[in-house]
């Protein structure tokens, strides 16, 4: 069964820091794995796609890694800002058809 | 426009009553889903229909039931409402090359049961 964990829950960082967050998964077998961020009361806002033949996804500010033999996916923010603050979940579509969603991290990006 | 909307966007409700929500998309996807997200924030899918076929059925209680007229619209239908029914409830939709395209969500719609 395919688990989806997401380290840390939660994180607090100065503006300007860059940070990376970290989502594994138990089982390689996926098609692809999307980063979406969630800010409060709000719904899921597509960031970043990588596909399974790829390793690396940017847009902008935001770059997202995906390494399937060690089951990890990264998502690297560079220079936060405030507006970056929300919760950032990462999914992935496995073969069984579904879409598969981690706990997500808590980003607070303080002024 | 709105690419995948759901309404309503709030709805309370006494336990024991039925109450749907719909779901609409513009984007032309085949495939369309129903997640769920609870206290803790957690997505769960509930239910997954490719051309208007159910193709994915969780381990759902069956007062839940999911219609898709057609495959721009998949509506849920809740039965018999409990207080642990109260979440938010997110659709979503992919292309018909759902495994390689990406999943966009709706705004939600924040049930809750009193």
């Known amino acids: 069964k395919q688990e989806v964990t997401q380290i840390p829950a939660a994180l607090s960082v100065p503006e300007g820091e860059n940070l990376v967050l970290n989502c594994s998964f138990t089982?390689?077998?996926?098609?692809?794995l999307q980063w979406f961020r969630q800010d409060p009361g709000k719904g899921l806002t597509s960031l970043l796609l990588?596909?399974?033949?790829?390793r690396e996804q940017t847009s902008g500010r935001l770059n997202a890694s995906l390494d399937k033999s060690s089951g990890r996916s990264t998502l690297y923010i560079a220079a936060s800002q405030p507006g970056d603050s929300a919760t950032y979940l990462c999914?992935?579509?496995?073969?069984?058809?579904?879409?598969?969603f981690g706990q997500g991290t808590e980003l607070s990006v303080k002024p | 426009d709105t690419a995948v909307s759901q309404t309503p966007k709030y709805l309370v409700t006494q336990m024991g009553n039925d109450k749907s929500i719909k779901c609409e998309q513009n984007?032309?996807?085949?495939?369309m889903y129903w997640y769920k997200q609870d206290s803790k924030k957690f997505l769960k899918i509930m239910f997954s229909?490719?051309?208007?076929?159910?193709?994915i059925n969780e381990t759902v209680p069956n007062r839940f039931s999911p219609k898709s007229p057609d495959k721009a619209h998949l509506n849920l239908h809740i039965n018999s409402l409990e207080l642990g029914d109260s979440a938010v409830y997110f659709c979503?939709?992919?292309?018909?090359?759902?495994?390689?395209?990406?999943?966009?969500f709706g705004q939600g719609t924040r049930l809750t049961v009193v």
């Open positions: 979503a939709s992919s292309s018909n090359r759902a495994r390689l395209s990406e999943a966009f």
């Open positions: 089982d390689s077998a996926i098609y692809n």
């Open positions: 990588i596909q399974s033949s790829q």
């Open positions: 999914a992935l579509y496995n073969q069984g058809g579904k879409l598969i």
């Open positions: 984007l032309g996807h085949d495939t």
């Open positions: 229909y490719n051309n208007k076929e159910l193709i």
